[in-house]
């Protein structure tokens, strides 16, 4: 078991990211550039980190980005490590993990069926998951408005004369 | 040779909740297999981020619906991280309390459903009937039987009722009688070796592929891997207890793990109660003013706990607002749900698939959201 402090220093030394920070005990948050997230995640398995916990992405819709998080965890140091990228909204292209985390596989299509981030070389690219005969934006985008979504789908039925209350008598 | 398709699911009775298979069959061996989740599918983490911190409480008990007391508290821990809230001591050891009543809670409960799959239902009645004892004690405590809502931010809502400690300690002695029984049943029964045992295999390189967590990992790999002893949260580093392990794993092995963990709750639970102190606060409030409009700082946060299933988490992140920004839910079963039964519940017969589901702990709320 290594300390905390010997593994933030290993992996400034070995992934120069651009932001490091301890969100709280035994965790670490390293922030990359998008083209290095398929190195730091391969170089990470190496060092310890064999359990891909969840793979996921944040809207930032001010900044017009998308963050992409990965998740990994050691078994034997009991870290967490959050693996963190943004890319570009308006063309959201990562590489996959498959080839590093078959696990992936699934988390990546959760993330392109909800947020529309396209991963390259996923083979399950493109294909629906959890929505079925989805025709609107992905619906885990801040632009999404569930609200106007089924105003939209589901229209409110008028109430008719021929309805009659449980009071007795016909309402108009 | 004739491939035929058929449909296991969204209703079946030897599986928890609506999940549905497409299977491509030769005779009864499975050739080809589809998950096909999304009956459940609820939107929970778009539904999340339109409402207050704590008004959220009232809807995250409901993504995993056999074990909901894991989602209150990954909640309350990710909140307690981000806004460096020191939890009173009494608070802990009662979650404690809760988070290993309801593990042996639901591993009663999934013991006693591996007879929905093999036919047996005289396990199931048991089984369920004894659960049933357990939510008379959740019911004592916070007024629900299923969906607790007690682990709150800061704590729990409420100090323990008069004298609850000592009905615990009554129905662990009963179980501690009972529990051989259901051995007896399920564990020694023909019908359950004939069925369960060598058969439904997860060897342990399965089992980093796909990162599968829990008892599958503990029983391919025989490595102490769970969270309450590689990285203790609440005062689980102040209590002993062992973690069952076996180094091969057919369904079999994995229902025995079941059995083995109750015990250890069971002594964590007599262990709890007697450490507990008698007095003391049980709340703390995350941030001044009205639980509603409560405000979590800044951050992003990533909070685990060992379920019954395995590793489950939220990925939490604020931006410093009165609901939260983004909230990402890590099911426990979903590498086993959904890649596992693409890739390895092929070559098994037809009436093995359910067993498969069952005894891997295929849990269909948590994987659709």
């Given at each position: 078991m290594s300390s905390m402090n010997n593994i933030i220093n290993e992996i400034k030394a070995a992934l120069a990211p651009l932001k490091m920070e301890t969100p709280a005990d035994k965790q670490i948050a390293a922030v990359v550039r998008p083209e290095a997230i398929h190195n730091s995640l391969s170089y990470l398995r190496q060092r310890g980190f064999t359990q891909l916990c969840i793979v996921t992405c944040i809207d930032w819709i001010k900044d017009s980005e998308f963050e992409l998080v990965y998740i990994l965890f050691s078994w034997t140091d009991g870290i967490h490590v959050q693996l963190r990228a943004r890319v570009d909204r308006n063309n959201p292209v990562m590489v996959t993990a498959t080839d590093i985390f078959p696990g992936a596989r699934y988390y990546e299509r959760e993330v392109t069926e909800f947020f529309g981030v396209e991963f390259t070389g996923n083979e399950d690219a493109g294909k629906p998951l959890f929505l079925e005969i989805w025709d609107d934006l992905p619906p885990l985008r801040k632009d999404f408005d569930p609200q106007a979504y089924s105003d939209s789908k589901f229209p409110m039925r008028e109430r008719g004369n021929e309805f009659v209350s449980e009071i007795g008598g016909t309402e108009k | 040779m004739n491939e035929v398709k058929l449909f296991l699911g969204p209703q079946h009775p030897g599986m928890h909740g609506n999940y549905s298979v497409h299977m491509y069959v030769?005779?009864?061996?499975?050739?080809?297999?589809?998950?096909?989740?999304?009956?459940?599918?609820?939107?929970?983490?778009?539904?999340?981020?339109?409402?207050?911190?704590?008004?959220?409480?009232?809807?995250?008990?409901?993504?995993?619906?056999?074990?909901?007391?894991?989602?209150?508290?990954?909640?309350?821990?990710?909140?307690?991280?981000?806004?460096?809230?020191?939890?009173?001591?009494?608070?802990?050891?009662?979650?404690?309390?809760?988070?290993?009543?309801?593990?042996?809670?639901?591993?009663?409960?999934?013991?006693?459903?591996?007879?929905?799959?093999?036919?047996?239902?005289?396990?199931?009645?048991?089984?369920?009937?004894?659960?049933?004892?357990?939510?008379?004690?959740?019911?004592?405590?916070c007024g629900a039987r299923i969906y607790h809502m007690y682990i709150v931010p800061g704590g729990v809502r409420k100090d323990l009722p008069e004298g609850f400690t000592d009905r615990v300690l009554a129905m662990m002695d009963e179980l501690e009688v009972k529990i051989p029984e259901y051995e007896e049943l399920i564990l020694k029964h023909p019908i359950i070796h004939a069925r369960a045992k060598d058969n439904i295999m997860l060897p342990a390189e399965v089992v980093w592929e796909l990162g599968v967590t829990g008892i599958g990992m503990r029983s391919a790999t025989g490595e102490e891997n769970d969270l309450r002893k590689v990285k203790p949260y609440a005062h689980y580093d102040k209590v002993e207890f062992e973690v069952p392990t076996a180094t091969y794993s057919d369904a079999l092995t994995r229902l025995n793990l079941k059995v083995r963990e109750m015990y250890q709750s069971m002594r964590i639970i007599r262990q709890v109660i007697d450490k507990m102190p008698a007095e003391g606060p049980v709340n703390v409030p995350v941030s001044p003013g009205n639980a509603l409009r409560w405000t979590v700082p800044e951050g992003m946060v990533y909070s685990a706990v060992e379920s019954s299933r395995g590793e489950y988490g939220y990925f939490i992140v604020s931006d410093g607002s009165e609901m939260p920004y983004r909230i990402a839910v890590r099911g426990a079963s979903f590498p086993q749900g959904l890649l596992g039964i693409e890739k390895y519940l092929k070559g098994h017969r037809i009436d093995d698939a359910s067993i498969w589901m069952d005894t891997m702990g295929v849990c269909s709320p948590e994987i659709d959201r």
């Open positions: - | 030769d005779g009864d061996i499975i050739e080809k297999a589809r998950p096909t989740p999304g009956f459940l599918h609820r939107g929970f983490e778009k539904l999340m981020e339109r409402r207050h911190w704590m008004g959220n409480l009232a809807l995250i008990p409901r993504i995993c619906v056999p074990e909901p007391d894991i989602n209150e508290f990954v909640y309350a821990q990710g909140i307690e991280m981000l806004a460096n809230i020191e939890v009173p001591d009494k608070a802990h050891w009662i979650r404690m309390l809760v988070l290993e009543m309801a593990r042996v809670m639901v591993h009663l409960m999934s013991l006693g459903f591996i007879g929905g799959p093999t036919g047996m239902y005289t396990a199931t009645y048991w089984a369920i009937a004894q659960r049933d004892l357990i939510l008379d004690l959740f019911e004592e405590l």
